[in-house]
Protein backbone atom coordinates (compact mmCIF):
# COMPACT_ATOMS: atom_id res chain seq x y z
CA UNK A 1 0.00 0.00 0.00
CA UNK A 2 2.71 2.50 -0.11
CA UNK A 3 3.03 4.91 2.47
CA UNK A 4 -0.23 5.67 3.80
CA UNK A 5 -1.11 8.39 6.12
CA UNK A 6 -1.04 6.15 10.25
CA UNK A 7 2.09 4.97 8.69
CA UNK A 8 3.76 8.60 7.64
CA UNK A 9 2.27 9.97 11.11
CA UNK A 10 3.94 7.25 12.93
CA UNK A 11 7.31 7.93 11.06
CA UNK A 12 7.20 11.83 11.80
CA UNK A 13 6.93 10.94 15.77
CA UNK A 14 3.88 10.61 16.56
CA UNK A 15 0.93 8.22 17.00
CA UNK A 16 -2.65 8.78 15.49
CA UNK A 17 -5.03 9.16 17.74
CA UNK A 18 -8.93 7.92 17.50
CA UNK A 19 -10.27 11.16 16.82
CA UNK A 20 -7.77 12.02 14.60
CA UNK A 21 -8.45 8.63 12.54
CA UNK A 22 -12.44 9.79 12.59
CA UNK A 23 -11.39 13.07 11.00
CA UNK A 24 -12.22 14.88 14.31
CA UNK A 25 -12.23 18.61 13.79
CA UNK A 26 -9.61 20.19 15.32
CA UNK A 27 -7.80 18.77 11.98
CA UNK A 28 -7.76 18.96 8.20
CA UNK A 29 -9.26 16.31 6.59
CA UNK A 30 -7.34 13.09 6.09
CA UNK A 31 -6.96 13.81 1.96
CA UNK A 32 -4.81 17.00 2.69
CA UNK A 33 -2.77 15.72 5.22
CA UNK A 34 -1.74 13.19 3.47
CA UNK A 35 -0.57 15.72 0.91
CA UNK A 36 1.29 17.25 3.16
CA UNK A 37 2.97 13.99 4.24
CA UNK A 38 3.54 13.37 0.81
CA UNK A 39 5.09 16.87 0.28
CA UNK A 40 7.53 15.88 3.61
CA UNK A 41 7.96 12.12 2.22
CA UNK A 42 9.61 13.73 -1.16
CA UNK A 43 11.84 16.18 0.95
CA UNK A 44 9.83 18.96 0.11
CA UNK A 45 9.93 20.26 3.36
CA UNK A 46 9.50 24.21 2.70
CA UNK A 47 6.14 23.37 0.41
CA UNK A 48 5.26 20.72 3.23
CA UNK A 49 5.43 23.67 6.08
CA UNK A 50 4.35 26.82 3.61
CA UNK A 51 0.88 23.97 2.95
CA UNK A 52 0.89 23.62 6.99
CA UNK A 53 0.94 27.38 7.97
CA UNK A 54 -2.03 27.67 5.50
CA UNK A 55 -4.57 25.25 7.31
CA UNK A 56 -3.32 26.04 10.98
CA UNK A 57 -5.30 29.33 9.77
CA UNK A 58 -8.47 27.00 9.70
CA UNK A 59 -6.90 24.62 12.33
CA UNK A 60 -5.06 26.36 15.01
CA UNK A 61 -5.26 23.35 17.44
CA UNK A 62 -4.22 20.59 15.04
CA UNK A 63 -1.70 18.97 16.75
CA UNK A 64 -0.85 16.77 13.38
CA UNK A 65 -0.07 20.36 11.56
CA UNK A 66 2.14 21.43 14.75
CA UNK A 67 4.40 17.97 14.27
CA UNK A 68 4.48 18.31 10.41
CA UNK A 69 5.61 21.70 10.68
CA UNK A 70 8.28 21.17 13.09
CA UNK A 71 9.16 18.11 11.40
CA UNK A 72 9.75 20.06 7.91
CA UNK A 73 11.31 22.67 10.00
CA UNK A 74 13.73 20.28 11.41
CA UNK A 75 14.39 19.28 7.58
CA UNK A 76 15.31 23.03 6.68
CA UNK A 77 17.60 22.87 9.64
CA UNK A 78 15.52 25.32 11.32
CA UNK A 79 15.92 23.86 14.49
CA UNK A 80 14.75 26.56 16.73
CA UNK A 81 11.65 27.06 14.74
CA UNK A 82 11.01 23.09 15.34
CA UNK A 83 11.31 22.72 18.49
CA UNK A 84 8.63 25.09 19.18
CA UNK A 85 6.36 23.42 16.81
CA UNK A 86 6.76 20.67 18.65
CA UNK A 87 5.92 22.81 22.18
CA UNK A 88 2.81 23.80 20.85
CA UNK A 89 1.82 20.61 19.69
CA UNK A 90 2.63 19.37 23.68
CA UNK A 91 0.67 22.35 24.86
CA UNK A 92 -2.43 21.50 22.94
CA UNK A 93 -1.90 17.65 23.84
CA UNK A 94 0.75 16.36 26.26
CA UNK A 95 1.27 13.12 25.81
CA UNK A 96 1.47 13.65 21.83
CA UNK A 97 4.82 11.51 20.69
CA UNK A 98 6.72 13.98 19.49
CA UNK A 99 9.01 13.96 22.11
CA UNK A 100 12.08 11.53 20.60
CA UNK A 101 12.37 14.26 17.26
CA UNK A 102 12.09 17.39 19.85
CA UNK A 103 15.11 15.23 21.16
CA UNK A 104 16.68 15.12 17.78
CA UNK A 105 16.33 19.12 17.28
CA UNK A 106 18.10 19.29 20.84
CA UNK A 107 20.74 17.16 20.07
CA UNK A 108 21.44 18.68 16.80
CA UNK A 109 21.45 22.18 18.51
CA UNK A 110 24.07 20.65 21.06
CA UNK A 111 21.70 20.87 23.94
CA UNK A 112 22.28 17.70 25.25
CA UNK A 113 20.52 18.37 28.60
CA UNK A 114 17.09 19.31 27.15
CA UNK A 115 17.85 16.16 24.15
CA UNK A 116 17.96 13.63 27.10
CA UNK A 117 14.91 15.29 28.89
CA UNK A 118 12.70 14.91 25.82
CA UNK A 119 13.93 11.28 25.13
CA UNK A 120 12.89 10.23 28.59
CA UNK A 121 9.38 11.48 28.24
CA UNK A 122 9.29 9.72 25.00
CA UNK A 123 9.79 6.86 26.32
CA UNK A 124 6.89 6.07 28.08
CA UNK A 125 4.85 7.29 25.74
CA UNK A 126 5.46 4.25 23.08
CA UNK A 127 6.04 0.25 23.98
CA UNK A 128 8.51 0.16 20.78
CA UNK A 129 10.83 2.80 22.03
CA UNK A 130 14.17 1.54 20.54
CA UNK A 131 14.85 4.79 18.65
CA UNK A 132 14.74 7.29 21.61
CA UNK A 133 16.66 4.61 23.95
CA UNK A 134 18.81 4.51 21.18
CA UNK A 135 18.87 8.62 20.61
CA UNK A 136 19.27 9.15 24.19
CA UNK A 137 22.41 7.12 24.57
CA UNK A 138 23.74 8.96 21.26
CA UNK A 139 23.30 12.06 23.54
CA UNK A 140 24.66 10.79 26.56
CA UNK A 141 27.66 9.77 25.01
CA UNK A 142 28.47 13.11 23.49
CA UNK A 143 28.04 14.37 27.03
CA UNK A 144 30.34 11.63 28.29
CA UNK A 145 28.13 9.89 30.25
CA UNK A 146 29.51 6.63 29.18
CA UNK A 147 27.90 4.28 31.40
CA UNK A 148 24.24 5.90 31.36
CA UNK A 149 24.85 6.07 27.43
CA UNK A 150 25.76 1.88 27.35
CA UNK A 151 22.68 1.53 29.36
CA UNK A 152 20.84 2.97 26.86
CA UNK A 153 21.75 0.83 24.14
CA UNK A 154 21.28 -1.85 25.88
CA UNK A 155 17.16 -0.76 26.47
CA UNK A 156 17.48 0.13 22.76
CA UNK A 157 18.65 -3.61 22.08
CA UNK A 158 16.23 -5.53 24.52
CA UNK A 159 13.76 -3.51 22.86
CA UNK A 160 15.04 -4.36 19.40
CA UNK A 161 17.43 -7.41 18.90
CA UNK A 162 18.41 -6.26 15.30
CA UNK A 163 19.28 -2.85 16.35
CA UNK A 164 23.02 -2.54 14.19
CA UNK A 165 23.55 1.11 15.21
CA UNK A 166 22.73 0.28 18.62
CA UNK A 167 25.80 -1.88 19.06
CA UNK A 168 28.17 -0.03 16.70
CA UNK A 169 27.81 3.36 18.96
CA UNK A 170 27.90 1.01 21.76
CA UNK A 171 30.80 -0.32 20.53
CA UNK A 172 32.35 3.19 20.34
CA UNK A 173 31.42 4.04 24.10
CA UNK A 174 33.30 1.13 25.51
CA UNK A 175 36.26 2.51 23.73
CA UNK A 176 36.07 5.73 25.12
CA UNK A 177 36.07 3.79 28.28
CA UNK A 178 39.49 1.35 27.10
CA UNK A 179 36.93 -1.43 27.18
CA UNK A 180 38.25 -3.03 24.01
CA UNK A 181 37.37 -6.62 23.99
CA UNK A 182 34.32 -5.22 24.30
CA UNK A 183 33.95 -2.55 22.08
CA UNK A 184 35.19 -5.05 19.65
CA UNK A 185 32.41 -7.84 20.30
CA UNK A 186 29.78 -4.91 20.01
CA UNK A 187 31.31 -3.89 16.41
CA UNK A 188 31.60 -7.69 15.76
CA UNK A 189 27.15 -8.19 16.82
CA UNK A 190 26.23 -5.16 14.65
CA UNK A 191 28.25 -6.83 11.38
CA UNK A 192 26.72 -9.93 12.32
CA UNK A 193 23.47 -7.89 11.99
CA UNK A 194 23.94 -5.92 8.87
CA UNK A 195 26.61 -7.26 7.45
CA UNK A 196 27.00 -4.27 4.66
CA UNK A 197 28.02 -1.86 8.00
CA UNK A 198 31.08 -0.04 6.78
CA UNK A 199 31.60 2.08 9.88
CA UNK A 200 31.23 -0.92 12.01
CA UNK A 201 34.18 -2.69 10.44
CA UNK A 202 35.60 0.90 10.32
CA UNK A 203 35.41 1.40 14.16
CA UNK A 204 36.69 -2.51 14.61
CA UNK A 205 39.76 -1.67 12.92
CA UNK A 206 40.46 1.34 15.24
CA UNK A 207 39.93 -0.74 18.45
CA UNK A 208 42.43 -3.78 16.93
CA UNK A 209 45.09 -1.13 16.26
CA UNK A 210 44.67 0.10 19.67
CA UNK A 211 45.32 -3.15 20.95
CA UNK A 212 48.30 -3.73 18.71
CA UNK A 213 46.10 -6.59 16.53
CA UNK A 214 47.34 -4.43 13.36
CA UNK A 215 46.91 -7.39 10.81
CA UNK A 216 43.46 -7.68 12.44
CA UNK A 217 42.73 -3.80 12.28
CA UNK A 218 43.99 -3.63 8.33
CA UNK A 219 41.47 -6.43 7.22
CA UNK A 220 38.68 -4.36 9.52
CA UNK A 221 40.06 -1.43 7.22
CA UNK A 222 39.66 -3.38 4.33
CA UNK A 223 36.09 -4.43 4.56
CA UNK A 224 35.08 -1.50 5.46
CA UNK A 225 36.76 0.37 2.18
CA UNK A 226 35.54 -2.75 0.03
CA UNK A 227 31.71 -1.27 1.14
CA UNK A 228 32.67 2.22 0.96
CA UNK A 229 35.44 3.10 -1.37
CA UNK A 230 35.75 6.47 -0.28
CA UNK A 231 36.04 6.07 3.68
CA UNK A 232 39.47 8.14 3.60
CA UNK A 233 40.06 7.79 7.48
CA UNK A 234 40.12 4.41 6.76
CA UNK A 235 42.81 4.72 4.09
CA UNK A 236 45.11 7.02 6.27
CA UNK A 237 44.41 4.46 9.86
CA UNK A 238 44.97 1.46 7.14
CA UNK A 239 48.88 3.37 6.30
CA UNK A 240 49.31 4.09 9.81
CA UNK A 241 48.82 0.16 10.52
CA UNK A 242 51.18 -0.84 7.30
CA UNK A 243 53.83 1.56 8.62
CA UNK A 244 53.98 0.06 12.26
CA UNK A 245 54.18 -3.19 10.17
CA UNK A 246 57.08 -1.75 8.69
CA UNK A 247 55.50 -2.26 5.65
CA UNK A 248 55.93 1.02 4.14
CA UNK A 249 55.32 0.68 0.39
CA UNK A 250 51.92 -0.29 1.11
CA UNK A 251 51.52 2.04 4.03
CA UNK A 252 52.31 4.97 1.09
CA UNK A 253 50.33 3.36 -1.19
CA UNK A 254 47.09 3.81 1.79
Not at 160 to 179: C, H, I, S, V
Not at 198 to 206: I, K, S, V
Not at 217 to 223: L, P
Amino acid sequence: KGDGFDKLEERLGSSVSKNVKSSSTQDPPKEQLQTLINLHTQGKYQEALNEASQLLKGFPNSVILYNISGASNQGLGKLDEAIEAFDKALSIKPDYGVYNNMGNAFQELGKLDEAIEAYTKAIPLKSDNADAYYNMGNALKDHEKFDEAIEAYTKAISTQPDNANAYNNMGNTLKEQGKLDEAIAAYTKAISIKPDYPDAYYNMGRAFKTVGKLEDAIEAYTKALTLKPDKVDAYYNMGNAFQELGKLEDAVDA
